[in-house]
């Protein structure tokens, strides 16, 4: 059984940019989160994909986007860059319905430094 | 709103003694409970849950936490610490209705181990 992975592991970019982080979902799991966790900090909710569209979203601005694709795997895309995207993105993944098991799994992250 | 309030940003305890690390939650219904361990630079690795039944919970690394509904609290617990359990601590609550199933996560708690 794979986990998650995330590409790439690490990322720098340019204010005012846009950057596209990938993620892999475990084996068997079809609902895919992302969370920012800035430096300090806990991870936030960016948002939910189900059956490639999303299905909760927290307090983050439209140009944080994703995509889920028909293997599960998924897309977090950010256009046009600020300092303060600096964090590390954090993938989750897991099954819905969850049979009585709500456990996600997390991948390692993208560091991603905005200069 | 659910939320998560970790008091403790740091706590240093010496190799072999004991270890509680404290988490209050907010939550309008039973709550879906979680514990993660972060180590620096890394993912979230799950300790233990709880959903349902008895309040106290075991986990991985010998790991341990009691659900309290009367004090809104789910403590993290391990008899003896080891060097190896330096890392942060994030104690989280999940909003289960689909469609608003995101983790709140707290500030997260950093353990130090002293020999």
């Known amino acids: 059984e794979t986990g998650v992975t995330q590409s790439p592991t690490h990322l720098i970019k340019t204010r005012g940019q846009q950057v596209t982080l990938r993620c892999s979902s475990q084996?068997?799991?079809?609902?895919v989160s992302w969370y920012q966790q800035a430096l300090g900090q806990g991870p936030q909710f960016i948002f939910q994909?189900?059956?490639?569209?999303?299905?909760g979203r927290g307090n983050f601005p439209p140009r944080f986007s994703g995509l889920q694709f028909p293997n599960y795997s998924s897309e977090l895309n950010v256009n046009a860059l600020e300092l303060d995207d600096s964090a590390l993105y954090l993938c989750?993944?897991?099954?819905?319905?969850?049979?009585?098991?709500?456990?996600?799994?997390f991948g390692s992250g993208t560091r991603l430094t905005v200069v | 709103a659910q939320s998560v309030t970790q008091p403790d940003i740091h706590i240093t305890v010496s190799e072999g003694a004991s270890l509680e690390l404290r988490c209050n939650y907010s939550?309008?219904?039973?709550?879906?409970l979680f514990w993660y361990v972060q180590s620096p630079g890394q993912g979230l690795q799950l300790l233990l849950k709880?959903?349902?039944?008895?309040?106290l919970v075991q986990g991985i690394k010998g790991f341990e936490a009691e659900f309290k509904r009367s004090q809104s609290s789910f403590n993290l617990r391990k008899p003896s610490v080891h060097w190896s359990d330096a890392a942060e601590y994030f104690c989280?609550?999940?909003?289960?209705?689909?469609?608003?199933?995101?983790?709140?996560f707290g500030t997260g708690t950093r353990l130090t181990i002293i020999p």
């Open positions: 989750a993944s897991r099954l819905y319905p969850p049979g009585g098991n709500y456990g996600y799994t």
């Open positions: 084996s068997g799991h079809n609902t």
């Open positions: 994909y189900y059956r490639e569209e999303e299905n």
């Open positions: 939550y309008g219904a039973t709550p879906y």
């Open positions: 709880y959903f349902s039944g008895d309040t």
């Open positions: 989280a609550v999940l909003g289960a209705n689909f469609g608003n199933e995101k983790l709140t």
